[in-house]
């Protein structure tokens, strides 16, 4: 109960709570606080630990992500998450090690922690990517350790976005407009009370304003959105109370209206891409290429519509900086692997046709290396079209006699199929297979045809194992939030990580 809800181990000292337990059951003997976090709490992450090392072992290609927290104690916290599809094509994700980091977050600090780390779990030659945000500390510390790197797809969205709006001084002034009368009725109680009053007098939706949170783009965008849900009672509560000089006016509501309309898809790439255990990095080519389409259509204005200069500018920035960012993802393999493998997309989200066309023959040729062992699970029985050539010692049938010459001829050929014909024969049923409509799981697809792509198979649980964010390493850090509370704010580090270990994995 205490690691599932993070409750504090001093739980067992309540007044209350013991009295609730001793309800259920008064012969219950409650374990003492010193217990709890000197024997129970090692022995559950002790038995925890070695089971998820038995499981490693089995697992032939792992993903990482990786990213850094600081607590209410001005404490640093590197997480580890590692990421794999299991022997049934179920998508895992266990967190591996929260590391308290006591030097500065220097390339050189990441890199060995990381390399400890993969050391202590015994993964180092299992590791096919790390996923981290675009900090040049993480590249570089990635690139020391020597692993393949993609940079979260979540964050650089959030570059976009963020450099796009900072790049419009009308814009920008907007936001912090927002911000301030978000401010303003997040700091007054007349002023809350006044706007909840209206809402029910109204009949709008009783919902707070939201504040924008720097790290976070779509704060902004939910900012904005709820302003414009909420406009009528905000401006009639600043009204009443004399601060009309905080008052959106029609031409800022219409620009408002228009930034939103003009963000909202990044908001719904932002989400999707972020989804907890589904397959995402394979969705980064098409969502980049969707982006790169709807802001070019938008550029592009119906003149029957009066669109504000900003909304146009906002549009050409997004443009540039989604030009800059995504332009090479195409060209970038560790992304045009797992499109090409994902079942429902293949070679249709590519613009471009000579990188899709090359990115399935970097695949084919890695089908070609493909280890013997990894394939004798999925051999079937000798085909019975194949002509059995008596020994020396063995009485040879009168079909024998007859097939004799034929069936040596058969049988040198079948063993001296090469793995290059196995390849492109695997590969060009693939390829030429119709596609899975969007919402269906791709990891079926395999499980269910793994027999017959065996060598595409074992490349498709390689690079579709990758998540597309580093938002499982980034969602362990509200967990931390919750555990490194007032009422726990001595927490020690070897502890944190247990909590966090035992919350997530199981």
């Known amino acids: 109960m205490i690691t599932t809800d993070l409750q504090p181990a001093s739980i067992v000292e309540d007044y209350g709570f013991q009295k609730f337990v001793s309800g259920l059951d008064p012969r219950y003997e409650m374990p003492s606080r010193r217990k709890i976090m000197r024997d129970m709490l090692p022995s559950a992450y002790n038995s925890a630990k070695a089971s998820l090392k038995k499981l490693l072992e089995e697992i032939e290609d792992i993903a990482l992500t990786t990213d850094i927290w600081t607590s209410r104690q001005t404490q640093a916290f590197m997480c580890v998450t590692a990421h794999f599809i299991n022997s049934d094509w179920v998508l895992k994700s266990h ?74 001084d009308g814009l920008k002034m907007l936001v912090k407009k927002v911000k301030g009368i978000v401010t303003f009725f997040h700091s007054s109680v007349k002023a809350s009370d006044k706007l909840a ?27 904005l959105e709820r302003m414009i849900e909420q406009h009528d009672a905000v401006t009639t509560v600043l009204c009443l109370l004399g601060r009309n000089n905080l008052c959106l006016s029609p031409g800022e509501v219409t620009e408002m209206r228009q930034a939103v309309d003009t963000l909202r898809p990044f908001e719904l790439a932002t989400k999707e891409i972020s989804a907890d255990l589904h397959l995402s990095v394979s969705k980064i080519v098409p969502i980049s290429r969707m982006l790169m389409e709807v802001t070019a259509s938008e550029s592009r204005p119906d003149r029957s519509t009066t669109v504000k200069e900003d909304s146009l500018s906002l549009n050409v920035e997004l443009q540039l900086q989604i030009r800059k960012r995504f332009s090479n993802v195409e060209a970038n393999y560790s992304l045009a692997a797992p499109t090409f493998l994902d079942p429902r997309f293949k070679k249709v989200p590519f613009s471009n046709k000579a990188m899709a066309d090359q990115a399935q023959r970097r695949i084919e040729t890695e089908m070609c290396s493909v280890p013997q062992q990894n394939l004798a ?23 024998a006699g007859l097939w004799s010459w034929f069936g040596k001829k058969a049988n040198h050929q079948e063993r001296h199929r090469t793995s290059v014909v196995d390849a492109a024969l695997e590969m060009r049923h693939y390829a030429e297979g119709k596609l899975m409509t969007r919402t269906d799981d791709p990891l ?63």
Request: aromatic fraction near 8%; hydrophobic fraction near 40%.
């Open 444 to 506: 079926e697809f395999w499980k269910m045809h793994s027999l017959e792509y065996p060598r595409l198979s074992a490349i498709a649980k390689k690079y579709l194992c990758i998540p597309a964010t580093s938002v499982p390493s980034e969602r362990l850090f509200s967990k931390a939030g919750e555990l490194v509370s007032a009422k726990r704010s001595r927490l020690k580090a070897k502890n944190i990580n247990m909590f966090l270990f035992l919350n997530k994995n199981t």
């Open 197 to 223: 009053e209206i809402q029910i007098q109204n009949k709008i939706p009783e919902h707070k304003l939201i504040q924008d949170v720097d790290t976070q783009w779509n704060s902004s965008f939910y900012m």
């Open 95 to 168: 967190v591996l090690e929260t590391v308290q980091l006591k030097t500065a977050h220097t390339a050189d600090t990441i890199a060995s922690e990381l390399k400890r780390v993969a050391e202590e779990w015994s993964v180092g030659n299992k590791i096919r990517m790390i996923v981290t945000d675009n900090a040049s500390n993480m590249t570089r510390a990635v690139s020391l350790v020597g692993w393949r790197h993609i940079p979260c797809f979540a964050h650089t969205i959030n570059l976009v976005v963020t450099n796009s709006i900072s790049a419009i």
């Open 377 to 399: 699970q999925f051999e079937e029985p000798d085909d019975p079209g194949i002509i059995h050539v008596p020994s020396p010692n063995e009485e040879p049938t009168e079909e």
